[in-house]
């Protein structure tokens, strides 16, 4: 096995490319998630159907460190990237193997499963594709599902030989790092950061999802809420799909202020780029987005898993490294 990320590939792919592929040449991975407030179940929805053909749930809560806390907190936070041992441990349960062609889908259309495919792309797997548009697209334009109960896979050998966990680790950045990045690092050669999250959120005029959390921003972080990344659903496409390239590359210049050369050096894989959101679920979009605009910018993209739930929390704790000296712009405080 290679340990070289040039040579995975992570890819979009629609219905009917699928289809004309042949949906048996894929393991197919349901990769939903819902957000706290959302009201639905990944899992009884998963069981009901309907679903993709031969699809296996893959479980973000599951697939994750189930145990991570924040520091002097005791504040858990969920689906954090795994260790290798439980990235094998639960690949191998949903019956994978490298040699696999990976199909992810969400139930939503493009939501989290970006999320599945960065974490595949992060444990090194050589092939992935995102199906644009998810669920809902596959069932407007008529293609073939499944419905009750779900057959349980068959346990595999998911064989990682050679493969250097810190690679998959590379790919977070981690909260003092962060704070490094803004602090001791030069403007020019700063890392741009990009925050997912619904832009009233990001301006601290809307509650985050989870309760009691504040909303608002870290200082230099830009806006790219994931939606302005897709289509907005409509009667004849009642699902967000990604936009064209030329059309995300627009968008990525007006986030940037039009500083063309900023992009092109994210782009050429010059300049580093952090993705964050609330909790490193819709960052993945924003991650898979560049991807989709140059291959080589990717692999400058870091996430920030613990997101704005770790940030907005250590920022409150006394006695301990800051992002800003005792401000987060423009945050409010909210109780459900």
């Not at 009917?16 to 639905?40: C, T």
Request: charged share 25%; hydrophobic share 35%.
């Amino acid at each position: 096995m290679a340990n070289n990320h040039s040579q995975q590939v992570v890819s979009l792919v629609s219905p009917q490319e699928v289809q004309a592929h042949g949906i048996k040449n894929y393991k197919v991975l349901d990769g939903s998630f819902h957000l706290p407030n959302s009201g639905r179940s990944v899992l009884d929805e998963f069981k009901k159907g309907p679903r993709l053909p031969h699809a296996r749930l893959f479980d973000h809560e599951t697939i994750a460190d189930t145990s991570y806390t924040i520091d002097g907190t005791g504040t858990k936070l969920g689906h954090m990237q795994p260790d290798l041992t439980t990235f094998k441990r639960e690949v191998e349960r949903l019956g994978l193997t490298r040699n696999d062609h990976i199909l992810v889908y969400d139930s939503v259309g493009i939501f989290s499963a970006p999320r599945a495919a960065w974490l595949l792309n992060a444990y090194g797997h050589p092939q992935v594709s995102v199906l644009d548009g998810g669920l809902p697209r596959w069932i407007k334009e008529e293609c073939p599902v499944e419905t009750g109960s779900p057959v349980d896979p068959e346990p595999s050998e998911y064989t990682l030989p050679g493969f250097d966990e810190a690679l998959a680790r590379g790919k977070v950045i981690s909260y003092d790092d962060l704070v490094r990045n803004f602090k001791e690092t030069a403007e020019e050669e700063r890392m741009s950061v990009f925050d997912a999250r619904p832009r009233g959120r990001f301006l601290g005029a809307d509650p985050e999802p989870r309760p009691g959390l504040s909303s608002g921003h870290m200082p230099h972080a830009l806006s790219l809420p994931f939606t302005s990344l897709l289509t907005q659903p409509s009667d004849a496409e009642p699902y967000r799909k990604y936009l064209s390239p030329d059309k995300l590359e627009k968008v990525f210049l007006e986030t940037l202020n039009h500083d063309h050369q900023k992009w092109e050096q994210i782009k050429a894989g010059q300049k580093g780029v952090v993705v964050s959101c609330g909790s490193g679920m819709t960052a993945c979009i924003i991650w898979l987005a560049i991807r989709l605009c140059s291959p080589t910018a990717a692999n400058r993209v870091t996430l920030y898993d613990e997101s704005w739930d770790r940030l907005r929390t250590q920022e409150r704790r006394p006695n301990h490294q800051r992002l800003s000296n005792n401000i987060l712009i423009v945050t409010f405080f909210f109780f459900f």
